[in-house]
C-alpha cells in the first residue's frame, strides 16, 4: 500500500515568489493536513481538508493557504515568501473520523 | 506554558540499554496520544497510537500514559543503533469541526551507541 507521497522534495525559491507544494494521501484517506517544521518551533499545524473543505487552520498568516481536490488531493500554496518560511512542510492523511495520521517525507523548501 | 513539553535531549544511551522518553501536556481536553519517530532527512513515522490511560506493549516499545499526572512516556526496550533518531510526541483533541489536531512536542534526538 502506497504511503503519504510529497512533491517536490526539495524546492528553493527567492523571497517574495510563491510556491505550490502537493501532496497525494493514502488511498482511502480523506482527511490531509499540513504540518511546518522548524528547529526553532517544532511542528506546528497548518490546516486540515476533509472532502474538499477546510475543517481546521492553525495560526499562520492568510499567505499560507491550501485546498482540497475531488480525490482527496492536496495542495498548498505560499505567497510572497519571506525567509523565516525555509522549513520542512509535511502533509499527514487519515481515515475519515481517524486519529492516527500518517506523514509523508515532506518538502523542504529554502527561501533565499 | 506551552501545551506539550519534550525534552530536547540529546540522549545518549549504549546500545542494549532501556531508553526512557516523555512528555507533559497542560490541555485536559487531550484524548489520543501518539509517539512518532523521525529519522534525518524523512517525515515522521508513527510508532505508537494509545486512547485510554495504561499501558500498550509492541515489540520493543511500550508507551504510558498517565491522564491524572498529563504525563506519557516512551520505552524502549534493548535498545539498538538502528533506534538512534527523534522521537516525537503528538496528542490531540477533537475540534469543533470534527477534526482530530496534532499537537507536538519539540522532539528528543536520541543516539545509541554501538
Known amino acids: 500500500k502506497a504511503g503519504v507521497t510529497q512533491t517536490p522534495r526539495y524546492l528553493i525559491k527567492t523571497r517574495g515568489q510563491q510556491v505550490t507544494l502537493s501532496c497525494s494521501p493514502i488511498?482511502?484517506?480523506?482527511?490531509v493536513s499540513w504540518y511546518q517544521q522548524t528547529p526553532g518551533q517544532g511542528l506546528q499545524f497548518l490546516f486540515e481538508?476533509?472532502?474538499?473543505?477546510?475543517?481546521n487552520k492553525g495560526n499562520f498568516p492568510g499567505r499560507f493557504s491550501g485546498r482540497q481536490f475531488s480525490n482527496s488531493r492536496s495542495e498548498m500554496n505560499v505567497s510572497t515568501l519571506e525567509l523565516g518560511d525555509s522549513a520542512l512542510y509535511l502533509c499527514?492523511?487519515?481515515?475519515?473520523?481517524?486519529?492516527?495520521?500518517?506523514f509523508g517525507q515532506g518538502t523542504r523548501l529554502t527561501v533565499v | 506554558q506551552k501545551e506539550v513539553e519534550q525534552d530536547p535531549g540529546p540522549l545518549s544511551v549504549p546500545e542494549g540499554a532501556i531508553v526512557s522518553l516523555n512528555c507533559t501536556y497542560s490541555?485536559?481536553?487531550?484524548?489520543?496520544f501518539m509517539w512518532y519517530r523521525q529519522y534525518s532527512r524523512k517525515g515522521p513515522e508513527l510508532l505508537m497510537y494509545?486512547?485510554?490511560?495504561g499501558n500498550k506493549e509492541d515489540g520493543r516499545f511500550t508507551a504510558q500514559v498517565d491522564k491524572s499526572s498529563k504525563y506519557i512516556s516512551l520505552f524502549i526496550r534493548d535498545s539498538q543503533p538502528s533506534d538512534s533518531a527523534t522521537y516525537l510526541c503528538?496528542?490531540?483533541?477533537?475540534?469543533?469541526?470534527?477534526?482530530?489536531?496534532?499537537?507536538f512536542g519539540k522532539g528528543t534526538k536520541l543516539s545509541v551507541i554501538p
Open positions: 503528538a496528542m490531540s483533541a477533537r475540534s469543533g469541526a470534527g477534526s482530530y489536531q496534532l499537537t
Open positions: 499527514a492523511s487519515s481515515f475519515p473520523g481517524g486519529t492516527e495520521a500518517f
Open positions: 488511498s482511502g484517506h480523506r482527511s
Open positions: 494509545t486512547y485510554s490511560s
Open positions: 481538508y476533509f472532502s474538499e473543505t477546510q475543517r
Open positions: 490541555n485536559s481536553a487531550f484524548q489520543y
